[in-house]
């Protein structure tokens, strides 16, 4: 017998046992869609802060990079001695380093007095920071003391200090109970370590801390030469340093950052435990439509196999709901995601964007979880007795 389902107005079998009621058809893909949806987001806030957490590590000018062994993650720097980052100049790799400070200092809202938790860059003005050739020129405004460049994309609860400034006004506030004044504005991003950032010479760094030892550092920035290879020159460092500071390149400070939300915290735990909730949602729902289907219409599969079908034939059938279901489901699923993310990233600033990757992930989820509920309404196929019918 033909394996080709097809009714007499030229319509596939599949498709029209499932727009035969509207309501049925309406309530599965809604519950596809819904499922979709969750997994988008959660799956997307997921990667959205683990990206967030590299914010600032994606814009160093860097090739390897020093931090000391003791430092869990952006909110938690160790010091280390700068020298270490001097002595790396020994190789002949090395064309230039940078020593930054870093820690998180309470910024005063200079409206409303508030206090809020930033991240403080403290480094040369005159040394290579950022990617970024636009920050070079403003640098400069950080060799008086007491200025500070302010990222114009922080939080708002830290003030309307980036419309102050456009607005040319003197921009002046309070860090660690200390007097500082917005030389210039910068443009990094939040982190989900850190809601807004600032940047400042080492000098001033050190006077909003002053406990801080001048000959010590939290990340040493070290760029190589053209034609030089960052995973060997890492390898020359780790013989060359002692042990109390740790050696990394860009990419592998980057995994550090992100390893730390990933598996020392509970989040990448909780966002993924929320996709695979929608996961199972979805697979509850599209089982209970396709089983009712197959149970309402078990006379019709009766017949058919009285007529000569094959068990596997039927089966197909139920595979093409299930691919249908899937396909018309994900649709409405993803135009929600983009929705979302638009709204999610004007809101908290996070990068949360739809990727390739995440787009064929949740389809490929969808896809198994309506072929898996497709594979599991078939077994009723099998009460399918052909003498019933008589």
């Known amino acids: 017998m033909s394996g080709g389902f097809w009714s007499s107005r030229g319509i596939p079998l599949a498709s029209l046992m499932l727009i035969r009621q509207p309501v049925r058809l309406a309530v599965a893909l809604a519950g596809i869609s819904f499922a979709g949806i969750l997994m988008f987001m959660q799956l997307g806030f997921r990667d959205g802060l683990f990206d967030a957490s590299v914010t600032v590590h994606r814009l160093f000018d860097a090739d390897i990079?020093?931090?000391?062994?003791?430092?869990t993650s952006s909110v938690s720097?160790?010091?280390?001695?700068?020298?270490?980052l001097v002595q790396t100049m020994a190789l002949p790799e090395v064309e230039g380093i940078t020593p930054v400070n870093w820690n998180l200092l309470l910024w005063r809202n200079p409206e409303t007095r508030g206090t809020r938790s930033i991240l403080a860059l403290g480094f040369e003005p005159g040394d290579p920071l950022f990617t970024d050739p636009t920050l070079s020129p403003k640098a400069?405004?950080?060799?008086?003391?007491?200025?500070?460049?302010?990222?114009?994309?922080?939080?708002p609860e830290f003030g309307p200090v980036a419309e102050w400034f456009r607005e040319g006004r003197v921009v002046e506030s309070e860090i660690a109970g200390k007097r500082i004044r917005v030389a210039g504005l910068i443009g990094l991003g939040t982190s989900f370590g850190a809601d807004g950032n600032l940047l400042t010479s080492s000098e001033t760094f050190l006077?909003?801390?002053?406990?801080?030892?001048p000959?010590?550092?939290?990340?040493?920035?070290?760029?190589l030469k053209a034609?030089?290879?960052?995973?060997?020159?890492?390898?020359?460092?780790?013989?060359?340093?002692?042990?109390?500071?740790?050696?990394?390149?860009?990419?592998?400070?980057?995994?550090?950052?992100?390893?730390?939300?990933?598996?020392?915290?509970?989040?990448?735990?909780?966002?993924?435990?929320?996709?695979?909730?929608?996961?199972?949602?979805?697979?509850?729902?599209?089982?209970?439509?396709?089983?009712?289907?197959?149970?309402?219409?078990?006379?019709?599969?009766?017949?058919?196999?009285?007529?000569?079908?094959?068990?596997?034939?039927?089966?197909?059938?139920?595979?093409?709901?299930?691919?249908?279901?899937?396909?018309?489901?994900?649709?409405?699923?993803?135009?929600?995601?983009?929705?979302?993310?638009?709204?999610?990233?004007?809101?908290?600033?996070?990068?949360?964007?739809?990727?390739?990757?995440?787009?064929?992930?949740?389809?490929t989820m969808i896809l198994i979880m309506c072929m898996a509920s497709a594979g599991l309404a078939m077994r009723r196929l099998v009460d399918a007795d052909p003498a019933e019918i008589f």
């Not at 010091?79 to 270490?84: A, S, W």
């Not at 006077?207 to 030892?213: A, D, F, I, V």
């Not at 994900?330 to 979302?340: D, S, T």
């Open 65 to 71: 990079v020093l931090i000391s062994p003791r430092s």
């Open 77 to 84: 720097m160790a010091g280390f001695p700068k020298r270490r």
């Open 140 to 155: 400069k405004k950080l060799t008086q003391k007491g200025r500070v460049l302010f990222d114009e994309k922080s939080r």
């Open 207 to 213: 006077e909003l801390l002053p406990n801080t030892s």
């Open 215 to 223: 000959g010590s550092i939290e990340v040493g920035l070290i760029r």
């Open 227 to 363: 034609d030089a290879d960052p995973a060997l020159a890492v390898e020359r460092l780790k013989t060359l340093l002692p042990d109390d500071v740790s050696v990394l390149t860009k990419q592998g400070f980057i995994d550090f950052e992100q390893n730390y939300w990933k598996t020392g915290t509970s989040i990448g735990f909780i966002f993924t435990l929320g996709a695979a909730m929608g996961f199972v949602v979805g697979c509850v729902i599209v089982y209970q439509v396709l089983y009712s289907d197959v149970s309402d219409h078990l006379p019709e599969y009766a017949t058919l196999m009285a007529m000569g079908y094959r068990l596997n034939t039927l089966f197909g059938v139920v595979v093409r709901e299930g691919l249908l279901l899937a396909l018309f489901g994900y649709l409405p699923a993803y135009a929600a995601g983009q929705g979302l993310y638009l709204l999610v990233r004007n809101a908290t600033q996070l990068p949360v964007a739809m990727d390739f990757s995440r787009a064929f992930t949740v389809f």
